[in-house]
């Protein structure tokens, strides 16, 4: 009795992970990772482009705050 119920017990868990489950696992987890690397990309690129138009405009401030100061003195 004890052996019949172990070999059902390992017949269960065959069934629950056949291969077809298991290729539609990797599928997916690789479509999720491929979609957090485009969103990764995406998410770069629009940062540098804020960060790029923040910098060319500092030296824009910078010189206005430099000839400010100059007629303060």
């Known amino acids: 009795m004890f052996l019949s119920a172990n ?3 390992q017949d269960s868990r065959s069934n629950f992970w056949s291969w077809p489950a298991i290729v539609r696992l990797i599928i997916l987890e690789i479509v999720l990772l491929l979609a957090l ?3 990764l990309v995406y998410y770069l690129d629009w940062s540098s482009e804020v960060a ?3 910098f060319m405009a500092a030296p824009l401030h910078a010189a206005k705050d430099h000839a400010a100061c100059r007629r303060s003195a």
Do not use: I, K, L, Y
């Open 7 to 9: 070999n059902a017990n």
């Open 37 to 39: 690397a485009v969103a």
């Open 52 to 54: 790029m138009s923040e």
